[in-house]
């Protein structure tokens, strides 16, 4: 985001609301501020809301896993969603593409993938998944892209891990490679397309991507995970 800023000339800079919303990531509660500095950063607030209810939502799913499946089946129905923005009005319905309402299906998907696991064990719902997906794209993208590709996504990866061929396609080294860099290639793939056009931006964004997940992702992960890793007992004797 800073080098995205400082590319900018001042007075094309974000508002001051916006950037500490960002850095605090309080832009979560203020969707007008989710997504005017990258152009991509939207799943990021979108993720940290979903970080934010987890608990909540794990204690849900211990109670009833029908509950959770309904709520995900009434959160993937578009006409239900732009409804309820439409009666909250204002930012919230205008930039209503990037809340967690918005896209909680997705998340909901794979949590009920989890807790279903062993009953999709059979390959005819990979073929179903693949047909859907099939249709979707012979069809064009449309307001039901999303579910598809969410409900899609879970399945193909549930399979993998029961039937093995997706799993080793997907961990073939050069998708593997894409996998691990991903994040860093998603944040700043737009600021190469306006600096060195479509294509030059390909192989500029994936080595760019590389140093930022080498030298930025991976030392924070490190560290992030030295400083959550509990004390061992010899550690914690006096």
């Not at 005017?36 to 939502?57: K, N, Q, R, T």
């Not at 390909?202 to 509990?230: D, G, H, N």
């Amino acid at each position: 985001m800073v080098v995205s800023i400082l590319l900018r000339q001042p007075e094309a800079w974000p508002p001051t609301a916006s950037i500490i919303s960002h850095f605090t990531f309080l832009n979560v509660l203020y969707p007008r501020y989710a997504n005017d500095i990258l152009s991509v950063e939207w799943s990021i607030a979108v993720e940290m809301g979903f970080y934010a209810v987890v608990p909540f939502l794990i204690m849900a799913i211990r109670r009833s896993v029908a509950a959770v499946t309904l709520v995900t089946v009434i959160l993937a129905i578009p006409s239900v969603l732009y409804g309820g923005f439409k009666l909250i009005g204002g930012d919230y319905f205008e930039f209503r593409h990037y809340t967690l309402p918005w896209r909680a299906y997705a998340f909901l998907c794979g949590v009920l993938a989890f807790h279903v696991r062993d009953s999709l064990k059979n390959q005819r719902y990979l073929f179903a998944a693949l047909f859907a997906l099939a249709m979707q794209l012979i069809v064009g993208e449309g307001s039901w892209s999303g579910p598809v590709f969410a409900v899609v996504t879970a399945i193909v990866i549930i399979d993998g891990h029961h039937n093995g061929w997706p799993e080793r396609v997907l961990s073939l080294k050069p998708l593997t490679f894409i996998g691990k860099v991903s994040f860093s290639l998603y944040l700043i793939h737009s600021m190469c397309i306006s600096l060195l056009g479509l294509y030059l931006s390909v192989p500029a964004a994936i080595l760019l991507a590389y140093i930022c997940q080498r030298f930025v992702e991976a030392p924070f992960q490190s560290w992030s995970k030295t400083m959550c890793r509990k004390p061992s007992s010899s550690a914690a004797a006096p």
